[in-house]
């Protein structure tokens, strides 16, 4: 069975750091760019992280770019989310997602985790 599945999160204080994990099972993350989105309530789901499967490179919104850092080691099948400095506005429910290429869009993910609530509260 093809299956995402994230960790990680959690409460943390303004201007704390967290580590979100998306392990993959049933299948290997080599072959794909994989995303990391958020939701908050009554948003939209955003995209905050992109990883290419292609040449390693990483893509950000200005929202989180230079607070987050996506990476991945292929070996252990594994991609994570470094979330430092983090405001009451990136509460969320966490997401990653894979695709063949580097997308912000949502509709062109092929398989989606369940999430991980991380919440930025004092």
């Known amino acids: 069975q093809l299956q995402l599945v994230e960790s990680g999160g959690g409460l943390v204080q303004p201007g704390g750091s967290l580590k979100l994990s998306c392990a993959a099972s049933?299948?290997?993350?080599?072959?794909?760019?994989i995303s990391w989105f958020r939701q908050a309530p009554g948003k939209e789901r955003e995209g905050v992280s992109c990883?290419?499967?292609?040449?390693?490179?990483?893509y950000y919104p200005d929202s989180v770019k230079g607070r987050f850092t996506i990476s991945r080691d292929n070996a252990k099948n594994i991609v994570y989310l470094q979330m430092n400095s983090l405001k009451p506005e990136d509460t969320a429910v966490y997401y990653c997602?894979?695709?063949?290429?580097?997308?912000?869009?949502?509709?062109?993910?092929?398989?989606w985790g369940k999430g991980t609530l991380v919440t930025v509260s004092s």
């Open positions: 997602a894979t695709s063949y290429g580097c997308t912000s869009q949502p509709e062109l993910m092929d398989y």
């Open positions: 049933g299948f290997t993350l080599d072959y794909y760019a």
């Open positions: 990883i290419s499967n292609s040449d390693g490179a990483t």
